[in-house]
């Protein structure tokens, strides 16, 4: 990351990288534009990341701001451009978010490709709140998961499933003009505001 590897409580606030170039092979790196690792109430404001160039193919978790967001860390006017590659969980914001993370107010003008579960502003959502966000550029599945989904969309590439029951607001007010045509028309978990959803889960009763 151009920042910081890891943050515990840090508050990362208007601070701009251009033309930045990270590359690497590391399977175990966590990797974002300004930071790898947020938790514990970080947050993310108007900071941007533009006209990046990252190409980590080996890697998971990797997104234009953060690449894993945990602990109520937010995300809050934010901008990303560029190209990013990852081997999975890639967004244009976050690569990974956690339940109780939130992404806001922020855009993206991004080309991502990714194995499986990438998505415009969040490639795997633990079902964290993202609201008025836009997306803009590509998204690229290119071998799909383990079931052989896709897992990939313009606002969220992988939204983990409730089975609860329970009801809680995750997307909101958010606009996607994503191009995804690079991907088969009969490519599984591919949708223009959520990839991956309950609606593409294989549900066995009992």
């Known amino acids: ?7 515990l409580g840090t508050k ?7 033309n930045g170039t990270l590359t ?3 399977t175990e790196a966590v990797v974002g534009g300004i930071c790898g690792e947020a938790c514990m109430e970080s947050s993310f404001v108007a900071c941007s990341v533009q006209d990046v160039a990252i190409n980590v193919p080996h890697t998971q978790m990797v997104g234009g701001i953060c690449g894993d967001t945990r602990t109520t860390s937010t995300v809050n006017a934010c901008f990303v451009s560029g190209d990013i590659t990852a081997d999975s969980s890639l967004g244009g914001i976050v690569g990974a978010t956690g339940k109780n993370s939130t992404v806001s107010n ?3 003008s991004v080309n991502l ?7 415009g502003i969040v490639g795997l959502s633990e079902r964290a709140p993202i609201d008025h966000c836009y997306a803009a550029g590509t998204v690229k599945a290119t071998r799909g998961n383990f079931d052989g989904n896709m897992c990939a969309g313009g606002i969220v590439g992988l939204l983990e499933s409730n089975w609860t029951g329970g009801y809680a607001k995750v997307l909101s ?4 003009m994503v191009d995804l045509s690079a991907m088969p028309a009969d490519a ?3 949708n223009r505001i959520a990839g991956m959803t ?7 009763a009992g």
């Open 1 to 7: 990351s151009f920042v910081a590897a890891y943050s």
């Open 12 to 18: 990362f606030e208007n601070i701009h990288i251009y």
């Open 24 to 26: 690497g092979a590391d």
């Open 106 to 108: 922020s855009h993206v």
């Open 113 to 119: 490709t990714a194995a499986h579960s990438v998505g």
């Open 173 to 176: 007010a958010c606009v996607s």
């Open 188 to 190: 599984k978990a591919v």
């Open 198 to 204: 309950i609606e593409s889960e294989k549900y066995e």
